[in-house]
């Protein structure tokens, strides 16, 4: 069992940067890579990004170049820093554990969330 808890969410204007957090718990050498996503009202999910325990990483077109995934393994946190916000990335951000399939992923296990707020 893997449990993560998101944090760092909140409210920016348009241009500026968030930096999400995920701390994760549990048997969490296991897992075989670390993601994220997220979910609009109305909307469907969005993976944004993943980070294989190889090293590779895998980004959504939607946030290539503004997005960057990474891991303090000493500290046993993900991260995703978010530069250049829009409104479009107004969302509930997940992280998630475990990939399952091929892009866009399933999870075994994801966070309660974190909401982000963009506005102009």
């Known amino acids: 069992q893997v449990h993560v808890v998101e944090s760092g969410g909140g409210s920016v204007q348009v241009g500026g940067s968030l930096r999400l957090s995920c701390s994760a718990s549990?048997?969490?050498?296991?897992?075989?890579?670390w993601g994220w996503f997220r979910q609009a009202p109305g909307k469907g999910r969005e993976d944004l990004a993943a980070k294989h325990n190889d090293g590779g990483t895998r980004y959504a077109d939607s946030v290539k170049g503004r997005f960057t995934i990474s891991q303090d393994n000493a500290k046993n946190t993900l991260f995703l820093q978010m530069n250049s916000l829009k409104p479009e990335d107004t969302a509930m951000y997940y992280c998630a554990a475990e990939c399952e399939g091929s892009w866009p992923y399933r999870y075994k296990y994801w966070g309660q969330g974190t909401q982000v707020t963009v506005s102009s």
């Open positions: 549990g048997y969490i050498y296991s897992v075989n890579c």
